[in-house]
C-alpha cells in the first residue's frame, strides 16, 4: 500500500511537512522518503492533501466494567462482551494502542490480536494488587465479610494482598497470568468508599517488594496515588509511572525528573464522574470526591510540564469511550499543542516500552496510522468526537475505517 498526497505530522518536530510518501508492508511501515517512491503493484492511495499522523496511545484505562446500571454485579461474560463494546470505542476513538491499569487481562489482549475483539494494542496490567480497605477493595464500610479468592470476578478491578509475602505472591502471581505490567494501588481514591484520596496505603517495604519482583521479571510498577507525599514513597521505592497524580508539587516534580519516572495524570475522567457518578453505578461520595481533584485539575499537569517530567495520555475510561479525545481539550488549557500530542504518541510509547515501533511515522514503525481532517497542531479539537475529523484509521497497517472515498 502507498500512501500519497498528505501532510505528515512529525511529532517529535512539531511540524507539518509536506512532499512525502509512505510505503506500508506486512503490517509495517518500509519506507518513508520526501518525493516519489517506485513501490511496482502497490495499491496507491490518495489521501487527499490530510494530515498523516501516528495512531494515539491512551496510557491509563479500564476496560472492565462492573459498576452499570441497572445490576451493581455482573457476570464475567458479560463483563467481557462490554470489554468488546469499549476496546472497538477506543479504537474508533483513533485510539490504536491502551495500556489497561487493572481489570483486564492476557484473554483480552489475545481476543484482540486473534482478532475476536476489534480493539487498540493491549497492554494489561491484571487484577490490580490492593491492601485489605485499598482503593482496591471492593467492599463497603458496612460489609464485615472477609473478601474471597474470586472476588475480582464480580466486584472489582483488584486483588488483596497484604504483608510483604502476600504481595510478593500477588505480583509473581499476576504475572504468571500475563500482565505486561503490575499495578499497586498506592493511595486512596475516589470510587472507593473506604479511604480518602491522601490515605497512604502499603508500607515502604511492600511496595519496594511489588518492585522488586516486578524488575526480575523484567517488567515495571505502575502506581496509583494522588498527593505529592505518595507519589514521593512510590519513587524512593523504584516505581515506574505514577497514575492520577494530581496533586503534584514542584519539588516531587524534580524529583520525578531525577528519577527518570513518568507521569499519567488523568483529568476528562473526573469531570465525568462529578457529572454522571450516580448514574454511572458508582457509590455515593463519588462525585465529591471527583470535583476535589477536578478543582486542582491542570495545575499538577502544568508543573509537570515546567520541571520537564514525561507525563503521558492517559484518560482513566471505562464507560464512556466517545469521550476520550475530550482530554485533549483540557490538557490544551496548559499545554502547547505539539506537547499535547507527543504525551499521546511519543511518550506514550517510551511508556509501554515500544519507542520508534509506535507514537511514530517512520521506517520500521508499525503502521497505526491516522488521517486527520485538518491541521492538530492548530486545532486539537481534530482529535475529539470518536474519530468524527479522522477519514481513516490503519492498525498494523490494515484499513478499521475508511472514509477516504466518501
Known sequence: ML?????LLDVAAGA????????????????????????????????????????????????YRTLLPPAPV??????????????????????????????????????????????????????AISQTGGHGDPRSPADTREPCACVHLTAGIGRLADGVPEVRKAVRDEIRLGADQIKIMAGGGVSSQSDPI???????????????????????????????????????????TIEHGNFLDEDTARMMVEAGVYLSPNLVCYRVLAEQAVALGYPVGTEEKAREVLAV???????????????????????????????????????????????????????????????????????????????????ISVLTGQGTHMAAILQGGRFVKNTLAA
Open 74 to 127: 455482573m457476570l464475567p461474560s458479560l463483563i467481557t462482551a462490554l470489554a468488546g463494546q469499549t476496546l472497538r470505542g477506543m479504537l474508533m476513538s483513533g485510539f490504536t494502542t491502551v495500556r489497561d491499569a487493572g481489570g483486564a487481562d492476557f484473554g483480552h489482549k489475545k481476543a484482540v490480536e486473534l482478532g475476536y475483539f476489534t480493539g487498540p494494542r493491549l497492554f494489561v496490567a491484571g487484577r
Open 198 to 240: 491522601d490515605n497512604l496505603q502499603y508500607s515502604d517495604e511492600e511496595l519496594a517488594a511489588a518492585v522488586d519482583e516486578a524488575r526480575r521479571a523484567r517488567t515495571y510498577v505502575m502506581a496509583h496515588v494522588y498527593t505529592a507525599e505518595g507519589i514521593r514513597r512510590c519513587i524512593e521505592a523504584g516505581v515506574r
Open 297 to 379: 485539575g491542570t495545575r499538577g499537569l502544568a508543573i509537570a510540564r515546567r520541571a520537564g517530567v514525561k507525563a503521558s495520555f492517559g484518560t482513566d475510561m471505562s464507560r464512556t469511550p466517545h469521550l476520550m479525545g475530550d482530554e485533549f481539550l483540557i490538557r490544551a488549557e496548559v499545554l502547547p499543542p505539539a506537547d499535547n500530542i507527543r504525551g499521546a504518541t511519543l511518550i506514550g510509547a517510551e511508556v509501554v516500552r515500544m519507542e520508534g515501533k509506535i507514537g511514530v511515522v517512520a521506517e520500521g514503525a508499525h503502521a497505526d496510522l491516522l488521517v486527520v481532517d485538518g491541521d492538530p497542531l492548530s486545532d
Open 3 to 7: 500512501l500519497t498526497n498528505f501532510a
Open 16 to 63: 507539518l511537512k509536506s512532499g512525502y510518501q509512505c510505503l506500508i508492508e506486512d503490517g509495517m511501515i518500509r519506507r518513508l522518503e520526501r518525493g516519489r517512491i517506485d513501490a511496482a503493484g502497490a495499491e496507491v492511495i490518495d489521501l487527499g492533501g490530510r494530515t498523516l499522523m501516528p495512531g494515539l496511545i491512551d496510557c491509563h484505562v479500564h476496560l
